[in-house]
C-alpha cells in the first residue's frame, strides 16, 4: 500500500502561483511514474502533468509553458509549480502514481481555485 498525502492548494489570483507537493509514504525506488490529475466540478478527471522514474516528463497541452512538475526521490516527494494560473485550472488536483510492482495509488486531492 502507498500513502500519498497532498498539499500547497489554495485560493489565488489569475496570474499568480502556486506548487503542490505530494508526499508518497514509500521509497520512491519503487515508483515508476508520478502524474498530476486534476477534476473540475461536473467534468471527468484530466492528466496534467507526468514525470517518469528516469524524470522525462509530459504535459497536457492546456498547461505547457506554465506548470513545471519535478520529484525529489531523496524527500520521496513530487511536486507540480503552477505559474500564470488562470481561472480554468480552478479544479481539486489529485497525485497519482504507477509502482513497479503495478498497483496505482490515488492521493487525496487539494482544492485550487484561481479568481478572475
Known amino acids: 500500500q502507498v500513502q500519498l498525502v497532498e498539499s500547497g492548494g489554495g485560493l489565488v489570483q489569475a496570474g499568480g502561483s502556486l506548487r503542490l507537493s505530494c508526499a508518497v509514504s514509500?521509497?520512491?525506488?519503487?515508483?515508476?511514474?508520478m502524474d498530476w490529475y486534476r477534476q473540475a466540478p461536473g467534468k471527468q478527471r484530466d492528466l496534467v502533468a507526468g514525470?517518469?522514474?528516469?524524470?522525462?516528463?509530459m504535459y497536457a497541452d492546456s498547461v505547457k509553458g506554465r506548470f513545471t512538475i519535478s520529484r525529489d526521490n531523496a524527500k520521496n516527494t513530487v511536486y507540480l509549480q503552477m505559474n500564470s494560473l488562470e481561472p480554468e485550472d480552478t479544479a481539486v488536483y489529485y497525485c497519482?502514481?504507477?509502482?513497479?510492482?503495478?498497483?496505482?495509488?490515488w492521493g487525496q486531492g487539494t482544492q485550487v481555485t484561481v479568481s478572475s
Open positions: 497519482h502514481v504507477h509502482t513497479r510492482q503495478g498497483p496505482q495509488f
Open positions: 514509500r521509497s520512491m525506488l519503487n515508483i515508476n511514474v
Open positions: 514525470i517518469s522514474s528516469g524524470g522525462s516528463t
